[in-house]
């Protein structure tokens, strides 16, 4: 699923049966590139790091809508 993901956010390149990660060629074919992760586990928190962020909600300022004033008593 994290390759899959990966993917489709364009973390992970796809070129014909390869997987890539960056410079790294994790392996031909999907299973070859899960085998590569779960051998690399630093490279597979990356690629997992990497996803949690594309898929987080961008928010453009830390303070909860409709909350304005809110302190004023």
């Known amino acids: 699923m994290l390759i899959d993901l990966g ?6 390149d796809k070129s ?3 997987y890539s ?5 994790m392996g ?6 899960r085998q590569f992760l779960v051998d690399n586990p630093d490279v597979a928190d990356e690629v ?7 898929l987080a909600p961008k928010s453009e300022s830390s303070s909860v809508p409709g909350d304005e004033g ?3 008593d």
């Open 70 to 72: 809110a302190d004023a």
């Open 21 to 25: 990660y960056g410079d790294l060629r």
């Open 16 to 18: 014909g049966a390869w």
């Open 48 to 54: 997992d790091g990497q996803v949690r962020a594309a």
């Open 28 to 33: 031909q074919g999907k299973e070859n590139a």
């Open 7 to 12: 993917s489709e956010l364009n973390v992970v």
